[in-house]
């Protein structure tokens, strides 16, 4: 198994900034994909987007909504990962969930799969 510890959440002005981080713990070796989802306020889990991920090989992977605002990035010695979120709006209120992945593809997923608790985001004046 492996244990996904979010921190870096909270409430933003818009135009304001936060980084988000996602310590793994336990069967790391297990993990090749690294990233963060976000579920919007009344959508279900099954409708959480992709905001960005990273592969262990350092390639990133970013939604068109996001891109140019946020930066993922990635320390593999210590099985954790970062979302740098600069120029903050309101639609990106939303519960930020990691997730890290690896093994064998089984779309749309992985043969490991793992998710964070999740951390609020809420961007407001």
């Known amino acids: 198994q492996v244990q996904l510890v979010e921190s870096g959440g909270g409430l933003v002005q818009p135009g304001g900034s936060l980084r988000l981080s996602c310590a793994a713990s336990?069967?790391?070796?297990?993990?090749?994909?690294m990233g963060w989802y976000r579920q919007a306020p009344g959508k279900q889990r099954e409708q959480r987007e992709l905001v960005a991920d990273i592969s262990s090989g350092g390639i990133t992977n970013y939604a068109g909504s996001v891109k140019g605002r946020f930066t993922i990035s990635r320390d593999n010695a210590k099985n954790t990962v970062y979302l740098q979120m600069n120029s903050l709006k309101p639609e990106d209120t939303a519960a930020y969930y990691c997730n890290a992945a690896g093994g064998r593809p089984l779309p749309p997923r992985y043969e490991y799969d793992y998710w964070g608790q999740g951390t609020q985001v809420t961007v407001s004046s």
């Open positions: 336990g069967s790391t070796s297990r993990i090749n994909i």
